[in-house]
């Protein structure tokens, strides 16, 4: 597609579910990258993949949080044992390739609302 | 620690007139800058970049300019209009590593009519 497309647009979960949100990178991108933005502060990096290979995950919280990109499937992030801190908006953007470059830019998704009571 | 800083968390100006949004960065590996602008609701929109080898960036209304010396960059828009009230979040990354985009907190610009 030709925009980064992200599922659900709101979550909510009560403490210790599990939560799962799904992003649909563009047609053609290499990069996928996973932000976490909390009450409309800065967006703290988690982690990129190319292609299906995980690039670059020392953003992401060891214990609870997962993530995937496999091939023909949207690329997924899942948050085992949900806490109160974990409510934010997560956002997913791709790149055609890391983004450093003019005219490959990151482009970003529209954001999963969690909020997790 | 803050990498990327943006110091002023509003700016308000009158339409027609010039916008000027700083941003200043503490780590001399970032090779890359990006503007993105934000509306509520909705996943940040790439604006305007610029390379450390530039010093200017031109796109219509918009121009960047970067200090390396000062590690500063700002966001010029002229002239201002009452659509580009947002949220500006300066971003910077360090080509040829991780690639991830390293963000200021944003300002938000309210352009009145």
């Known amino acids: 597609g030709e925009e980064v497309a992200q599922t659900p647009k709101h979550l909510v979960r009560g403490e210790g579910q599990k939560a799962k949100l799904y992003c649909a990178p563009i047609?053609?991108?290499?990069?996928v990258f996973w932000y976490q933005q909390v009450l409309k502060n800065e967006f703290k990096f988690l982690i990129s993949?190319?292609?299906?290979?995980?690039?670059?995950e020392t953003g992401m919280p060891k214990e609870r949080f997962s993530a995937k990109c496999l091939p023909n499937s949207p690329c997924s992030l899942e948050i085992q044992a949900t806490k109160l801190e974990d409510s934010a908006v997560y956002f997913c953007?791709?790149?055609?390739?890391?983004?450093?470059?003019?005219?490959?830019?990151?482009?970003f998704g529209q954001g999963t609302r969690l909020t997790v009571v | 620690d803050q990498q990327v800083k943006q110091n002023s968390p509003s700016l308000s100006v009158q339409e027609g007139r010039i916008s000027i949004l700083n941003c200043d960065y503490t780590?001399?590996?970032?090779?890359?800058f990006l503007w993105y602008k934000k509306y509520p609701a909705e996943g940040p929109t790439f604006l305007i970049s610029?390379?450390?080898?530039?010093d200017k960036n031109e796109d219509g209304r918009f121009t960047v300019f970067l200090n390396k010396s000062a590690k500063h960059l700002s966001l010029h828009i002229v002239p201002s209009q009452p659509g580009d009230s947002a949220v500006y979040f300066c971003?910077?990354?360090?080509?040829?590593?991780?690639?991830?985009?390293?963000f200021g907190k944003g300002t938000k610009l309210t352009v009145n009519p």
């Open positions: 953007a791709s790149s055609l390739t890391g983004g450093g470059v003019k005219d490959t830019e990151a482009f």
């Open positions: 047609k053609g991108h290499s990069y």
């Open positions: 993949f190319q292609n299906e290979n995980v690039f670059d």
């Open positions: 780590n001399s590996m970032f090779d890359y």
């Open positions: 610029i390379s450390s080898i530039k």
């Open positions: 971003a910077a990354l360090t080509q040829g590593g991780s690639e991830k985009l390293v």
